[in-house]
């Protein structure tokens, strides 16, 4: 069996042009970086808002678990197999952070022969927005504590500095830090801490800002600490929102890559789903959407985030809902969900599939209280036997949902056809009808948290920490207080705990902390232990990876 | 008067294919980054070996004072003057760092006439090669912490890491921090700091690596802490130089761009000169002098730093020395050395132009103890008076060394074909016998820093604290105490203390710490009070910069 790697190299890819063409861009609409890889022109993204809209496929999944559920192989796949059975199908992605690929091995490109491509670019450097992003971030930094140790004409107390520095790297060794140490000269001593750059306000507002002007709207409402006396300190208070809008002009225009089988993918902007917003950007999705009858887009982790967060936070921004959603789920990992520790999953087990299914039926309850059709597709193992198989597509017709097993990680647009089909026949027969769930539009912060824990966990209270608390207040006072919200919160479990999985029920959810996001405009809370920087394992893939003296990937995945 | 960047987004530039063409490179040898930018395929690089060599020549300055010398602009002018006088020229520069560009005005890309472009692009992500080279410094980090963290199998002394993290911002803030703090699941607490990107040893190293295998053994080879036994650890026994050329392997390839007169320019590496060894990168500069039948390169800062390591580092890796050197100096500079503030210096001033000559009369002094022949070119200023010129002129000749005015800023290649026509006539008459201006090959650190103390910088004695002691003593013990040294100094003065201008003498110079640069192969001398991070000025250029609605920058220069 080849790896996604050598797949990739072997695939002769068209070049990006000739891919452009086919979605009527030409080659002074793009800004090329390589052969393979381009940027969209802010002046083509305005024409193409002349073209009728497509319809939109949202892929989610079950939580994930260790035993894997290629939500991206899925998504790829079927924009493939759409195309494929003669639709014009385009694909909306994220584009995966360093920290991630150097830590364990796994990408966000997809796997076997539903990949885009160059995944080794992709998966690396790509065109360069990340680094944009940390620039962006960490000159805020550097102009804001310059601020303060220039005089401080702003009166920010540097003990409520909130604007925190980043690094697209998984190191838990900058989660806390000092800094300003060794005297007057050399700055003012404070506490701060490193996020990973897929977790700083700036991806989300790249990925929510609809241009320029928007962008830097965005980013002057960015509050970044607050006075001695209390009140929040903006980027737009410290006059630099121009200067952040140009380090990001050109990692704000949406990048245009292709799979394996040509289908042209948007894969732009990648904010985690479980301490982000976790969906592409709204301009890399409305591209998409004006390109294509058909757009597969995903959003990150399982259901309860990724998805979530893009009906209740990018849906409304990008002015569009999605048309169906398909939930991905493979048999080893619902097996997990039923209590199967990852070394036994490759034995027949009908009992744990039975119970771990919960996870899945939670996951499709979830999806129709806003509205829209949902379709189940099981991504197929070698080691899901007939009788597994059968009896999940059991299950899923008790749910009365449609189920289609999908194989195309081996076999690529072809394993995706009956899902293909069935998604297409869905949105012809099915209306979406979008809603918010929550009550009322004008739900305060703790009704929306204890909506989508209630609801979408299927938690029971929401328990405040005394920090939070103190935060409701403020943010009350500052008029912050009808904000969306992002949850913070472990991917690995419906609940705030890691270690419950299935259907969890019978569980309150601890907010830790609310972190404003002015400029993204929402609220982050943080619940139970999550992290906004991930930690390297013990033998990161970074050991494993090299490169040929002709610059050829090795090892990469 | 039109601004840099006004000039710049008036030019119509030509696509660089064409570019490339010039120097017979074909679309299949490039790396298309946007229509104006490329990288150099490794294959074609390979190819150009094949190629005659052209005319290597230096362009150096003074030292620099804020009345501004313009080395990048007389460089880039000369490359057009050369070509318009038709001669096949081509130039080799370094490309900026965002630190200075966002904290004081002035750039890396020449200025008015002569500038190498799309100005913006280069001045800020360029190709993303700086980015590449953060990355790859802050992964080694987080990789290191990790590996102590995870059980410590090399058993390194956490208070003897000696590997910094690296941000391409002037950013004070981060000289001295401490990091894993917040208990034992958040690392290791130990003490750390950021240099910038610049002075990274992966940015020598990428300067210096002559492909891919040489870059992973000098990435192998850094050293990043010692062992409780005092043992020097490196990336190699991390194993992690495969992952950190990975990052690196694209940054590795020269970028080609064009002056406003499309003269190609490959502007690849930016190490500082004050704090790193100041010269562009060994495969941009090989790939030049197999381009044309001229090479203009430049050295950063003034002649006693940059000039010093291009000669002294650069040269015996380059396995080419310098055909000629250009010294630039201005005359409002040397009025600068000769005492006058800078208010004044538009004021005509005899005497302090005749004594500040004494700066340009050292370095031109210092370069012929290389055995090079050396052209003075003076950058001609608007406020310079006919009186001025003609005494610098002679001030010149009494030193037997041809000088001619350039006005290339305000003229492009027209303002330089005195300069190109005499540098010509230099290199057909006079012949180079480059030569080390050590005693011995095998000089020991000790006697090298002394040689450089007293003949490039005229000063007595070297006097070393007790850690530099200590240090060499070290040093000794693990064999590296023959290795080439890279100063470490204040750029704005011959000596180490940056208020003696002129020509100091009856001065010492302090060595603080030395570094061990292993990859680099090299060993850092910090003296004085020389900074490895710079700080932001309290009003930083930042805060003029925007973008419009198209995305085009403002404010920039």
């Known amino acids: 069996m080849k790896t996604d790697i050598e797949i990739s190299q072997a ?112 998966n690396l450097h790509f065109t360069g927005d990340m680094h944009a992003i940390t620039t962006a971030n960490n000159a805020l930094s550097a102009l804001l504590d310059n601020h303060i140790h220039q005089g401080n004409e702003l009166n920010i107390d540097a003990r409520r500095v909130i604007w925190k520095r980043a690094v697209d790297l998984n190191d838990r060794e900058l989660r806390f830090i000092t800094v300003g140490l060794g005297g007057p000269i050399n700055g003012v001593p404070r506490e701060d801490g490193f996020d990973i750059t897929v977790a700083s306000e700036i991806m989300a507002i790249l990925c929510l800002a609809t241009g320029i002007t928007d962008l830097k709207r965005r980013l002057s ?138 996870n899945l039926a939670k996951h499709i309850s979830n ?67 979008y809603h918010s769930i929550f009550t009322h539009e004008d739900d305060d912060l703790t009704e929306k948290i204890e909506t989508i824990v209630q609801e979408i966990y299927g938690g029971n209270d929401v328990i405040y920490t005394k920090k939070a608390q103190q935060q409701l207040a403020s943010f009350k006072k500052y008029g912050w207080d009808r904000l969306p919200v992002c949850m913070a919160k472990s991917q690995y479990s419906l609940s705030d705990d890691p270690s419950k999985l299935g259907a969890p029920s019978d569980f309150d959810v601890t907010i830790r902390e609310l972190v404003p996001k002015l400029g993204a405009g929402f609220i982050v809370a943080l619940t139970g232990d999550v992290m906004t920087m991930p930690g390297l394992p013990k033998k990161p893939a970074a050991l494993k990876m090299d490169v040929d003296e002709q610059g050829n990937a090795i090892g990469l995945f």
């Open 11 to 122: 695939t002769k890819l068209a070049p990006i042009t000739e891919v452009a063409e086919k979605i009527d861009l030409t080659f002074d609409d793009l800004e090329l970086h390589g052969k393979y890889k381009a940027k969209i022109e802010f002046a083509a993204l305005d024409r193409m808002k002349e073209n009728p809209e497509g319809k939109l496929i949202l892929v989610t999944s079950i939580n994930p678990t260790p035993a894997g559920e290629g939500k991206s192989t899925v998504t790829v796949g079927l924009g493939d197999a759409l195309n494929k059975i003669g639709k014009k199908a385009v694909i909306a992605l994220r584009e995966p952070s360093l920290g991630p690929v150097m830590g364990i091995k796994g990408g966000a490109t997809g796997g076997g022969y539903a990949q885009v491509l160059p995944m080794e670019d992709i």
């Open 221 to 358: 409402n960015i509050v970044i600490a607050y006075t001695f006396e209390r009140e929040p300190v903006t980027v737009g208070d410290l006059r630099v929102e121009g200067a952040l809008a140009l380090v990001l002009k050109d990692a704000l225009k949406p990048n245009l890559v292709q799979t394996i089988y040509q289908t042209p993918a948007f894969v732009h902007g990648g904010p985690f789903a479980n301490i982000a917003h976790g969906c592409n950007s709204i301009l890399a999705t409305r591209a998409a959407l004006h390109s294509g009858d058909y757009v597969v887009t995903e959003a990150g982790f399982g259901a309860d985030l990724g998805a979530e967060k893009f009906l209740d936070i990018k849906v409304p921004n990008l002015e569009k809902a999605p048309d169906a959603i398909v939930i991905v789920a493979t048999i080893r990992a619902l097996k997990m969900h039923g209590g199967v520790p990852k070394t036994e999953l490759s034995a027949e087990n009908i009992d744990a599939l039975t119970a771990g299914f919960s």
């Open 367 to 433: 999806m129709r209280k806003y509205g829209v059709p949902v379709v189940v597709a099981i991504n197929e193992f070698i080691s899901d036997t007939e009788k597994e198989i059968t009896l999940l597509k059991e299950l899923c017709e008790q749910e009365n949902v449609k189920v289609e097993l999908a194989s195309v990680w081996e076999k690529g647009p072809d394993g995706g056809i009956d899902l293909a089909k069935t998604v297409v026949e869905t949105i012809d027969t099915e209306e979406s009808n």
